[in-house]
C-alpha cells in the first residue's frame, strides 16, 4: 500500500512551458485534493475533485487546470507556466465526503525561471 | 491569500519537557479543526483532530484544547522528543468542505 504517489519529485520549468504534474493513490479515497505550499503560508487549496471525472476550483485555481479521469489519479496541469507558480505541490487524498482527515503524499518542488 | 510572512514562528523545547502550540482560527462558523505535523521535505502528516461541540481531545502524548469563545486551538505534545521537531499547523473546516491553513509553527527540540 503506497498510500499518496507524486511524480515528478522536481522540476525546472522555463516560463511559458507547460507541464503536468500526476497524483495516484491506491486507497480507493473518493476525494482528491491539489495544494501549493509557499514559504511562510499556509496550504492553499488550488482545485479539487469528489469523485471520478468530476473537479471544482479551489482558493487559488488561476493558471492551473485538472483532470480525474480514473478515479486513483488526479493530474494537474500547467499551461503556461510563470514564475509565481514556483512552489511545493502536494497532492491530498480523503475517504468520503465528510472524512476530513487527508493523506498527503511527499510534493513535488517545481521552480518556473 | 494574504502572506503572513517569510519566517514561521518558531518554539523551541528541550527534550522531554511539553510542548504547547498555538492556533487562531478566523471562522467563527467553522465546525472541524485538525492538526497536521510537517517534517522537512515530507508531506503534511494528520496528528489529531477535534469537532467544534468538543472543548478537548486526547490522543498518543498529544492534547487539542479548543476555545470557541476566543478563536483558539492549542496541541500540547507530553514528553516533547527529538522525533516531534517539525512544522505544526492547524487546519479549520467550514461548509462541509471547506479548508482553510494556518502558516505553522516550527518546534524544535533540543537534546
Known amino acids: 500500500n503506497a498510500g499518496v504517489t507524486q511524480t515528478p519529485k522536481f522540476r525546472v520549468l522555463k516560463t511559458g512551458q507547460s507541464m503536468t504534474l500526476l497524483c495516484a493513490q491506491d486507497m480507493n479515497h473518493e476525494y482528491m485534493y491539489w495544494y501549493r505550499q509557499d514559504p511562510g503560508m499556509g496550504l492553499r487549496l488550488i482545485h479539487y475533485s469528489v469523485g471520478e471525472g468530476t473537479t471544482a476550483k479551489g482558493e487559488v485555481p488561476d493558471g492551473y487546470n485538472v483532470s480525474r479521469l480514473k478515479k486513483q489519479n488526479f493530474l494537474l496541469g500547467l499551461e503556461s507556466a510563470a514564475p509565481s507558480q514556483t512552489s511545493v505541490y502536494f497532492c491530498a487524498s480523503s475517504l468520503q465526503f465528510g472524512s476530513y482527515e487527508q493523506y498527503f503524499g511527499p510534493g513535488t518542488r517545481l521552480t518556473v525561471t | 491569500g494574504e502572506s503572513v510572512g517569510l519566517h514561521l514562528p518558531t518554539l523551541s523545547v528541550q527534550e522531554g519537557d511539553n510542548s504547547i502550540i498555538n492556533c487562531a482560527y478566523s471562522n467563527s462558523a467553522s465546525d472541524y479543526f485538525i492538526w497536521y505535523k510537517q517534517e522537512s521535505g515530507k508531506g503534511p502528516q494528520f496528528i489529531i483532530d477535534?469537532?467544534?461541540?468538543?472543548d478537548k481531545r486526547q490522543g498518543q502524548r498529544v492534547t487539542v484544547l479548543l476555545n470557541k469563545t476566543v478563536k483558539h486551538l492549542s496541541l500540547q505534545i507530553a514528553a516533547t522528543q527529538p522525533g516531534d521537531s517539525a512544522v505544526y499547523f492547524c487546519a479549520e473546516v467550514y461548509n462541509n468542505n471547506d479548508m482553510r491553513f494556518g502558516a505553522g509553527t516550527r518546534l524544535t527540540v533540543k537534546p
Open positions: 477535534i469537532r467544534s461541540n468538543m
